[in-house]
């Protein structure tokens, strides 16, 4: 029987890539959000990842443990998985109470920094001020100025996506449209990575299908080629922050413009090694 040509698709579009010679390399963050809730639980949770060490040549790995532990456990993961903060300010230290700036960051011996997650930019379900697409260009200057690295978020909540991917992608292009000049000037691209969360499958149980989160993906990346550059879009990485698990993530992986994952809960289970191990093995 003929293979169908959504299954084609992806095959031929990675001998693309790698033809062209432009192969990325796929990265795995965890982000463990505000868990958990004792230090006690970190050793275990720190133990989830040891599995992910054996696959480090062909995957990059990073985890974001709450601002409060990030020091406790910063030393304890693997050589080659990196400790990222959930968040920094955009200026550096001094009179900046409930802040953390990437000075700081750099003199611990990070060298990563996820800004713009969904629940900064106004989905926590409470009026808590919403962190804009200006701000969100403040840091991601701030963080690549001072030598370190970004993983940048953005994302749509459930009333746009119930729109169509152009809705979808719209707000997509909203949240990158201020980081333009600074992703035309940044001459290594693996220095950003862009990690988009359908905010309606965060913590929900429910993802988008491969095939939405394909078509999503592309979609960014056809607007960063037409907006900033074809390099940019053949070399910047593009994780899918939705509800991705042990389960959906071979599938997921199989997909040209899918790079790797932002994982939540899952993040938090031993699992965490099968989705690194599934995206490996694709790319």
Known sequence: ??????????????????????????????????????????????????GC??????????????????ALVKDSFKPGIKVAPQNCNFTGCG??????????????GMSTVLIGHSERRGEFGLPTPKESNELMATKLQYILDQGLSCVFCIGEPLPIREKGVDAVLAECANQLED????????????????????????????????EQAQETHKGIR??????VDQTTAD?????????????N???LSAFPDIDGFLVGGASLKPEIADIVAAISAAK
């Open 53 to 70: 060490a054996q696959y480090l040549d062909k995957c990059d790995v990073y985890v974001c443990p709450s601002n409060l532990h990030v």
């Open 179 to 210: 980081i333009v000049p600074i992703l035309k000037s940044l001459e290594d691209k693996s220095r950003v990575v862009i990690a988009y969360e359908p905010v309606w499958a965060i913590g929900t149980g429910v993802a988008a299908t491969p």
């Open 249 to 251: 993530a071979p599938e």
């Open 235 to 247: 070399e910047i990485r593009i994780q899918y922050g939705g509800s991705a698990n042990a389960k």
């Open 95 to 108: 009179a900046y109470t409930g802040e953390m700036s990437v000075d700081q960051i750099k003199d611990m």
């Open 222 to 227: 056809d607007w960063i080629a037409k907006n």
């Open 1 to 50: 029987m003929a293979l169908s040509k959504l299954t084609l698709a992806p095959a031929r579009a990675l001998m693309r890539q790698a033809a062209r010679g432009m192969a990325r390399k796929p990265i795995v963050g965890g982000n463990w959000k505000c868990n958990p809730a004792t230090a006690s639980s970190l050793d275990e949770l720190v133990s989830n990842f040891d």
